[in-house]
């Protein structure tokens, strides 16, 4: 089974500090893809990234980085110095090579308070 | 360049009332997917085309759901008979090919559907 599982559900967090989301996911294939969205208020879903099974390489863009870590099935977001613009609901998917379907997490809200 | 389309942006329904909702991938993608998002069970895929055939369906709820793709740039849902249990944001995306470089999907703004 596959399954992406975002065990943060809700993180406020005072504007300038880093924030760090977590996404773990499970999946027999080799070859997968992830990815992580954001869903600001507005509602609509942005692309932030998109990683594939075969690339472990960190990514830094901007203020964000992401940690691909296969021994831990993990692919984890990083903010460094929030800013309010970043609350949103930031969601981490899995694509598995055969099939083309996102398995979404459940999501986590993102606060950042001025 | 334009980005995914669906209309409309909201529509408020009675039960029973059909519902229709319209979806015009990005141009020369040949993938397109419709999803459903609720707080009760997220977002998940209901179904999805490959050149304008449907490839997987398994995530349409029941045989009120139905979605079509006539032609490359229109796809749409629609619901018969509506249930407020319906009542989601539908998310209409496209991509061009898998696993091909850098290719994710593209999501449109969703229409907000609330059944009475």
């Known amino acids: 089974a596959q399954k992406v599982t975002q065990a943060q559900t809700e993180i406020s967090v005072v504007e300038k500090e880093d924030v760090t989301l977590d996404c773990v996911y499970e999946?027999?294939?080799?070859?997968?893809?992830l990815f992580w969205y954001k869903q600001p208020p507005s509602g609509e879903l942005v692309f932030l990234i998109r990683r594939n099974s075969f690339d472990e390489q960190n990514e830094i863009s901007g203020r964000y980085s992401w940690n691909f870590q296969k021994s831990t099935s993990s692919f984890n977001f990083t903010i460094t110095a929030s800013q309010v613009v970043d609350s949103a609901v930031y969601f981490c998917?899995?694509?598995?090579?055969?099939?083309?379907?996102?398995?979404f997490g459940q999501g986590t809200t993102l606060q950042v308070k001025p | 360049d334009a980005g995914v389309i669906q209309s409309p942006r909201h529509e408020v329904t009675e039960m029973g009332q059909e519902v229709t909702l319209r979806c015009k991938p990005i141009?020369?993608?040949?993938?397109l997917f419709w999803y459903r998002q609720t707080m009760m069970r997220g977002l998940e895929l209901l179904i999805y085309?490959?050149?304008?055939?449907?490839i997987d369906d398994s995530g349409m709820p029941e045989d009120r759901f139905s979605a079509k793709m006539p032609n490359a740039s229109f796809s749409t849902l629609k619901i018969q008979p509506s249930e407020p249990r319906d009542s989601a944001v539908y998310f209409c995306?496209?991509?061009w090919g898998r696993g091909v470089g850098n290719q994710p999907q593209h999501f449109g703004d969703g229409t907000r559907l609330s059944i009475l």
């Open positions: 998917a899995l694509e598995a090579s055969n099939t083309g379907k996102l398995i």
């Open positions: 085309f490959n050149n304008n055939v449907p």
């Open positions: 995306a496209s991509s």
């Open positions: 999946t027999r294939d080799t070859t997968y893809y």
């Open positions: 141009s020369g993608h040949d993938y």
